[in-house]
């Protein structure tokens, strides 16, 4: 297990009625940016209960709508303008983790004397930021809990992470009946992408790091139990309360910390939705598959068969190989049959190869420090697989 310093600041409010507890970003200030998508967070009354709190404490609310699935630099902008000219001293996020990601970079842009653009693609220009509050809407990205961003500029095709300490938020509000309206088809995108996130840590070189993998194996039994429940019964609270727990745990450095590689199927996504739009939990459980498909050999065989036996519960005393290649159907057969995710990329629109060779160079140059190491042509290659 490799050294680590561990910090999880985020205080977070969970269950129900938690909203409550946003009265205390009055001890910040007065001014406060709303970041939102859409016109759910109204429809469900979400919006009223957060306004009712902020006037109750008079609190000056600005307002920023409309951020998109896959957050766009120009929607954080947007957002910068108004903190810069307003002198706004914290930023609320209402939503899932597109919301959150926007106005975590909003927040840092707020403070930086440039294009917030530059702290995407440069994250050591993150100097600082405002105080960063959300209350989640969809469990998924685990955004709410971790340092991450995710902009594209699709102007660019480009899509890439960022993250800063200053990023994390101060207090994330997750009451697990803000997500019964979640539609069927955003429950299962949200559950594919938080098992990415825990497939990501959990196939790893690092030996020694046990502990982390038992984590990683129950948190993956958490959403294999609990995201066709959801999908079944929207109202189910149990099965939205540990899906959104799970999505938390999944990136807040409990799985990955002491035992962390390069992540390699983020990377190939992110290209796929900057280049094509596509719903990222989507992506990633059309992906996910063929990359498992691509780097079993005898090399990594015996951590496939532990995920095999540990997490889909076969039959330890096959031959490794067999329960290896059993564990990758079992995936495949999760995310098409029980979670009705497409199951190849022509599904989701991309029926041509035409920008795949751009897209994998910009994926490998991420994957080099990975579980096991890809370059270009090894990209290509699980790019046409997944066709």
């Known amino acids: 297990m490799k050294n680590f310093m561990h910090s999880i600041p985020t205080r977070i409010a969970f269950g129900k009625g938690q909203i409550k507890k946003l009265k205390e970003m009055a001890r910040t200030g007065k001014k406060v940016l709303l970041v939102y998508g859409g016109g759910s967070i109204k429809k469900t009354g979400i919006y009223d209960q957060a306004m009712e709190i902020m ?74 930021a405002l105080p960063i509050y959300t209350v989640l809407t969809l469990a998924a990205t685990g955004s709410e809990m971790d340092k991450f961003a995710v902009i594209s500029d699709m102007n660019k095709n480009e899509k890439w992470g960022t993250g800063s300490r200053f990023f994390v938020p101060a207090l994330s509000v997750c009451d697990p009946e803000y997500t019964y309206s979640v539609s069927a088809r955003q429950t299962a995108a949200g559950t594919a992408d938080m098992m990415s996130h825990v497939l990501e840590n959990y196939f790893t070189n690092v030996q020694g790091a046990d502990l982390q993998a038992r984590f990683c194996e129950g948190v993956l039994k958490t959403c294999i139990k609990y995201g066709p429940a959801a999908i079944m019964e929207p109202n189910n609270y149990d099965a939205r309360a540990n899906l959104m727990w799970a999505s ?99 599904e989701v629109g991309i029926t041509d190869e035409k920008n795949f060779e751009v897209m994998a160079e910009k994926a490998a140059a991420q994957c080099a420090n990975a579980y096991v190491p890809l370059g270009k042509e090894d990209v290509i290659a699980i790019y046409k697989a997944a066709l």
């Not at 609310?61 to 902008?77: D, H, K, Y």
């Not at 926007?102 to 994250?123: S, T």
């Not at 990222?280 to 951590?303: C, N, Q, R």
């Open 55 to 128: 006037n109750e404490n008079k609190m000056e609310v600005f307002e920023l709508s409309g951020v998109e699935p896959n957050p766009r630099i120009e929607s954080v902008r947007k957002g910068v303008d108004i903190c810069k000219s307003n002198g706004i001293e914290m930023v609320l996020a209402i939503g899932g983790g597109s919301v959150i990601d926007c106005a975590k970079v909003i927040a840092g842009g707020a403070v930086y004397d440039g294009d917030p653009w530059d702290l995407v693609i440069n994250p050591g220009k993150i100097k600082g």
């Open 248 to 346: 938390s745990n999944a990136i807040n450095g409990m799985l990955s910390e002491g035992a962390d590689v390069a992540w390699c199927v983020h990377p190939m996504e992110h290209e796929l939705s900057a280049f094509y739009d596509i719903t990222h939990g989507e992506g990633l459980a059309i992906l996910t598959p063929h990359w498992m498909e691509y780097v079993l050999d005898e090399k990594t065989v015996d951590k496939f068969a532990e995920y095999g036996v540990n997490v889909w519960d076969l039959d330890k005393n096959e031959d490794p190989m067999t329960i290896a290649k059993k564990a990758i159907e079992c995936t495949k057969d999760f995310f098409v049959n029980d979670l009705k995710i497409p199951a190849t990329l022509r």
